[in-house]
């Protein structure tokens, strides 16, 4: 038998938790369970038909080969073009670089920003791989945790108190996964001046930025004066039902471009060609992608609205969500005896009742779990009734 000692790079690494779910999720379910999913952070709806087209075309026109590492030009000047619009300045293709999933563009900017010994703040709960990025970075992830009263959002005050000389960087992330909490313009607008004063670098993922529910969710390029020290990342994924076509990007200062391009031509080269493809097609035709994102969050909406309300009419506390497409729901108090209660809670409600969520410890929250309404909404009530009878059980 091989003996396997992982290497000290990742030695620590843990597998992402909201994947682990849905794995054991379809594990239950492919033993003949009728397990309700309400763990994956992936829209149920079909990736549009224009895109599919356009894939198909590009198919025929022979779209299978290498393209440049840093992605095809016309994806990065539909990319940029729609960054100048909301940035007010010019942004050009030379900001752009595309990754396989806005995963890759995270991944690459910590690695390229952040080393050894860095500290790097992480509003907490915060997704579950930014923690494990940095880490892989050797960076060193420190979480600063929201209050109650603030939608579990972090302010300038939470930031100030956890700086250091040590500190690098921050990592925001509006809509929140996995809140659904949304900072507000002079939200943002504060902590980029504190950032500022610092010279902290800011990684503002914003990949939920298209759901949300009362206007559109500020974007940092439309607070930063310039880009000297924001990476912003986005992708098609969330936004365009198009999880499995792995394409994201990033916005970054040049000299940033070019170091994450050089970082991504030793490790995966250029994100799958005829995904860019269908990329391309999602951001080229407005009208088309305005039609398929309103019905998604009209749908979204609607959801949201009767899980939130079943559950406040049973007393459950559950962060109101502005964006994004996940209900986070306090499980209990931590104790001595159940330190975790999220997780807990979140065994028992899978193996006793077959309903898929995720333990907020992902998250960084021991007290809470992750439900998602990206499922048919039969099943998001049917779940929403097996948590209160759990929760009052
Ligand atoms: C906050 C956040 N950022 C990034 C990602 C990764 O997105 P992609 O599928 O484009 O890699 C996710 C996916 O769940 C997410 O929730």
């Known amino acids: 038998m091989t003996s396997f000692a992982p290497s000290a790079n990742i030695a620590d690494l843990r597998e992402s938790a ?81 990754t396989a999933g806005t ?34 970075a050797r960076a060193v992830p420190v979480a600063i945790r929201g209050t109650r009263e603030h939608d579990l959002k972090v302010t300038v005050q939470d930031l100030e108190r ?11 992330n509006s809509p929140c996964n996995p809140t659904g909490a949304v900072y507000s313009r002079r939200e943002l607008t504060e902590i980029v001046a504190c950032a500022e004063r610092h010279g902290w670098w800011i990684i503002s993922d914003e990949i939920y930025r298209a759901i949300s529910y009362d206007g559109e969710a500020a974007s940092l390029l439309s607070v930063v004066a310039d880009l000297d020290r924001l990476v912003v990342v986005d992708g098609v994924a969330k936004s ?41 097609a999602a951001l080229s035709n407005a009208e088309q992608a305005r039609q398929t994102v309103d019905g998604m969050v009209a749908e979204f909406r609607v959801r949201r609205d009767a899980a939130l309300g079943a559950l406040r009419a049973a007393a459950i506390d559950v ?43 992902a998250f960084g929250s021991p007290e809470w779990m992750r439900m998602s309404y990206a499922a048919p909404a039969d099943q998001v009530m049917e779940g929403v009734r097996r948590i209160i009878a759990a929760r009052i059980s």
């Open 18 to 98: 909201t994947i682990a779910v849905s794995a054991r999720a379809k594990a239950l379910r492919a033993a003949g369970r009728p397990v309700i999913d309400l763990g994956a952070g992936e829209p149920d709806f079909p990736t549009p038909a224009f895109v599919l087209e356009a894939a198909h075309a590009a198919l025929d026109a022979g779209a299978t080969r290498y393209t440049q590492v840093e992605g095809i030009l016309p994806l990065r000047q539909a990319i940029a073009e729609r960054a100048s619009a909301v940035h007010g300045n010019a942004i050009g293709a030379e900001n752009v670089v595309v």
């Open 162 to 172: 956890a700086a250091s000389p040590r500190t690098r960087g921050l990592i925001l």
């Open 319 to 361: 962060i109101e969500p502005h964006g994004a497409f996940y209900l986070y729901i306090r499980a209990g108090d931590a104790t001595a005896e159940d330190p975790e209660p999220g997780t807990t809670f979140a065994r028992r409600l899978l193996e006793e009742r077959e309903v898929a969520v995720v333990p907020g410890i």
């Open 240 to 280: 365009f039902a198009m999880t499995g076509w792995r394409i994201g990007w990033s916005i970054a200062p040049p000299a940033v471009a070019r170091a994450m391009t050089a970082l991504q031509s030793h490790t995966t080269s250029n994100a799958a060609t005829l995904s860019q493809h269908a990329a391309l």
């Open 103 to 136: 995963k890759q563009a995270l991944f690459n900017a910590c690695f390229s920003l952040f080393a050894a010994g860095d500290e790097v703040l992480v509003p907490t709960p915060g997704w579950t791989s930014y923690y494990q990025m940095l880490a892989l």
